[in-house]
């Protein structure tokens, strides 16, 4: 089981079931993970800490942060899932030591891509979502082929823990993403497509937003777009003025589906060009069959 899938499922059982149930599923799984990623270690930790066990909460802390190397935003740390164990001279000492690491690793971040040089007409430029990277975006796409296209990867700045980046819904990337693509001959490809899974969603509609035609299409997995809240009326006409078609792949019972709906409505009453994959049974995650919806 890949591991987005097994956090949806850990999650949904704290609603439905709670957190002894869910820590069980996490346990069970534990073994079979090759190599436990960050955010998995803070699964643990903090259904340990709900479930009170605190011994086990500072120990799954201690094996991702003082054995792995790994470390966290300092956010992350301060979630009150983990108040049971906060006062704990070993909490706090394990917090400081992510909180340095975090501190000297964002000092040179920067955005990346793939791109080395162009090798076919059209161009996929895939944006990752939070606590993800261009290698985890990419092992969603290597077995996507779309005839004369080549597919590229971009990589956020903004750190989230050990070799995993965020978007941030309160910073404009415009800047930054423009820089990339005036790197990678952009422009020269005759058929232009951003391709985003969760929070990246919104950085690709905000770009849209903000600096206009700069694609000919936008695919939206599982979009998290809190930009609809506010702009739809502004987005949609910039998506229309500039003749952008818009694929969006979304399960039936994705927490993002509300937006998701009130953004296709409000593109089918300007006659837009979109196209609208909902999953039965799947929720905010990548289909298992990416393929099947892509061309």
Known sequence: MKEDVLFEEVLELVKTSGAKVAYDKMLRAYPDIASPNPQFYYFLSCLASLNKRKDEAIDWLRESIGEKGY???????????????????????????????????????????????????????VFHGNQQNSEISRSYWKNISVKKTQIEYIQSADVDSLNRYRWCYDVDYSDEILKVLGCINWDSYQKRTLCGFSAACNVILNLINERGGICDSIILIAPWI???????????????????????????????IKRVRVLEDRIRTEKGMVRVHYIDNMGHRYPDDLRNYIS
């Open 71 to 125: 470390f966290y935003r300092p956010e992350v740390l301060e979630d009150k899932d983990l108040d049971f164990v906060r006062g704990e001279a070993e909490f706090v000492r394990l917090a400081q030591l992510s909180h340095d690491r975090y501190g000297e690793v964002i000092k040179t971040s920067e955005m990346q891509c793939t791109w080395q040089k162009k090798f076919a007409d059209d161009i996929f430029l």
């Open 226 to 256: 809190p930009i609809v809240d506010t702009e739809v009326e502004r987005l949609v006409q910039s998506i229309e003025e500039h003749n952008i078609s818009v694929t969006i792949i979304c399960g039936n019972k994705d927490i993002a």
